[in-house]
């Protein structure tokens, strides 16, 4: 059997992640990459329609999380939008089907056959392409990555997300363990035995020691058969990532959440911040990770390097439309105190951002649709002394505070 079949074999028999085509119903999974607000934000500077003609890939979909998310909040946009849900496991694709057809979805096209065939698939190409959890599991993550690039649409961008290598620590201690003492047995066999180790773990081990590992701790086997018994996956840092994506001519347009990428996110020293943010961008996000030593993926947006620097939306117009990627404003806004503090916590580690005096009045007013303008005007109505550059200057600090969570994005009309 080859290390293709193998992976296939295993989704066939685990579809991952595990999911219920009836919990639909009552939640749509939503996460990083592929929502559409982050979409417009990091790849088209917040001026594209993606009602209207788009079209988006989903290369290795699995159980169809980001394909089922993204296609959702296309068809509540109304439009002609398509997404493309591309996987070689049947069984995993069923899943992802019968969660499309319990929310009444018809935006979802689905192909059976591996990102590896893209060019020969002739599916057109994409205005956006989502590769998130594949790359890792190929035996050259550089072809698929060429792969995807070559249906990528001119002016487009990608969404991906591979394994951190720090916040992955013990992982690979264990999967190499079971490989020493594996037999040719089935799978529920090998989860057993693998259930038996990760009992008989000592304290000191360093998957043990792991509190950001909780896959195998979940009681879901297809959770632990992707942590521990896959086949074939490696784990990257950053550095790794950048190198990745300049093998197929591309760059980041953002790392999510950005403010886990800013070593000024984690320092309070003035010395070593000033000289830490003034490294260029890759190293400033090399720098945060062994910082923090705690992100167990990377997601990445990312674009032709030709185009990155045009590609991020910011807010430098009083035509910005600030919009709350998840939150209630007014909710929001109410437990935040004027010149405070903006917390989040990632993977147990707290980041806090200090809060403008302005900052909870700008973001009672966000609501997805008044541009900048239109808030300020509101304001000033209330304080006729109120100006542009003191109100501009409030909405930048609380800005960077809500991006660097992934809170806050902009858009444009």
Request: proline share 4%; charged share 25%; glycine share 14%.
């Given at each position: 059997m080859t290390g293709n079949d193998r992976v296939r074999g295993q989704y066939e028999a685990y579809p991952y992640p595990h999911r219920k085509p009836a919990d639909e119903a009552w939640r749509l999974v939503v996460g990083s990459p592929s929502h559409v607000l982050e979409i417009n934000h990091y790849l088209?500077?917040?001026?594209?329609?993606?009602?209207?003609?788009?079209?988006?890939?989903?290369?290795?979909?699995?159980?169809?999380?980001?394909a089922i998310m993204l296609a959702q909040q296309l068809a509540?946009?109304?439009?002609?939008?398509?997404?493309?849900?591309?996987?070689?496991?049947?069984?995993?694709?069923?899943?992802?089907?019968?969660?499309?057809?319990?929310?009444?979805?018809?935006?979802?096209?689905?192909?059976?056959?591996?990102?590896?065939?893209l060019p020969t698939l002739g599916l057109g190409s994409f205005d956006y392409i989502d590769c998130c959890g594949v790359l890792h599991h190929l035996e050259s993550p550089e072809a698929g990555l060429e792969a995807l690039v070559s249906a990528l649409a001119?002016?487009?961008?990608?969404?991906?997300?591979?394994?951190?290598?720090?916040?992955?620590?013990?992982?690979?201690?264990?999967?190499?363990?079971?490989?020493?003492?594996?037999?040719?047995?089935?799978?529920?066999?090998?989860?057993?035995?693998?259930?038996?180790?990760?009992?008989?773990?000592?304290?000191?081990n360093r998957l043990k020691r792991n509190p950001f590992i909780r896959d195998h701790l979940q009681?879901?086997?297809?959770?632990?058969?992707?942590?521990?018994?896959?086949?074939?996956?490696?784990?990257?840092?950053?550095?790794?990532v950048v190198a990745l994506l300049e093998s197929a001519g591309l760059a980041p347009t953002a790392w999510i959440e950005p403010g886990r990428y800013d070593p000024s996110s984690y320092l309070r020293n003035p010395d070593l911040k000033k000289r830490a943010v003034a490294l260029p961008s890759a190293d400033r996000a090399a720098f945060a990770e062994l910082l923090?030593?705690?992100?167990?993926?990377?997601?990445?947006?990312?674009?032709?390097?030709?185009?990155?620097?045009?590609?991020?939306?910011?807010?430098?117009?009083?035509?910005?439309?600030?919009?709350?990627?998840?939150?209630?404003?007014?909710?929001?806004?109410?437990?935040?105190?004027?010149?405070?503090?903006?917390?989040?916590?990632f993977d147990g580690l707290q980041l806090s951002y200090p809060l403008p005096r302005l900052g909870p009045a700008i973001l009672s007013r966000v609501d997805g649709e008044r541009d900048l303008a239109a808030i300020h005007k509101d304001l000033a109505a209330?304080?006729?002394?109120?100006?542009?550059?003191?109100?501009?200057?409030?909405?930048?600090?609380?800005?960077?505070?809500?991006?660097?969570?992934?809170?806050?994005?902009?858009?444009?009309?």
């Open positions: 088209f500077a917040g001026r594209r329609d993606l009602a209207s003609g788009f079209r988006a890939l989903f290369a290795g979909g699995g159980t169809g999380d980001g509540w946009a109304g439009g002609d939008a398509e997404v493309v849900h591309l996987d070689l496991s049947d069984a995993s694709q069923a899943i992802a089907k019968a969660r499309a057809e319990a929310r009444g979805l018809r935006n979802i096209r689905f192909v059976r056959g591996s990102l590896l065939d001119d002016g487009g961008g990608l969404g991906l997300m591979v394994y951190g290598q720090l916040g992955r620590s013990g992982v690979y201690d264990v999967q190499t363990m079971l490989r020493m003492i594996d037999g040719e047995d089935d799978g529920p066999a090998r989860i057993a035995r693998a259930k038996r180790l990760l009992a008989d773990l000592p304290e000191s009681g879901d086997d297809a959770g632990l058969y992707d942590l521990l018994l896959h086949s074939r996956d490696r784990a990257y840092t950053v550095p790794e923090a030593g705690n992100m167990k993926q990377h997601v990445v947006y990312a674009a032709p390097a030709g185009r990155v620097a045009a590609a991020v939306a910011v807010p430098d117009s009083p035509e910005a439309i600030p919009v709350l990627r998840e939150q209630d404003a007014t909710a929001l806004a109410r437990g935040l105190k004027p010149g405070g503090t903006l917390t989040a916590t209330g304080n006729a002394k109120l100006g542009w550059e003191t109100f501009k200057k409030d909405f930048d600090a609380l800005y960077a505070g809500m991006n660097a969570i992934n809170a806050m994005v902009i858009r444009y009309r």
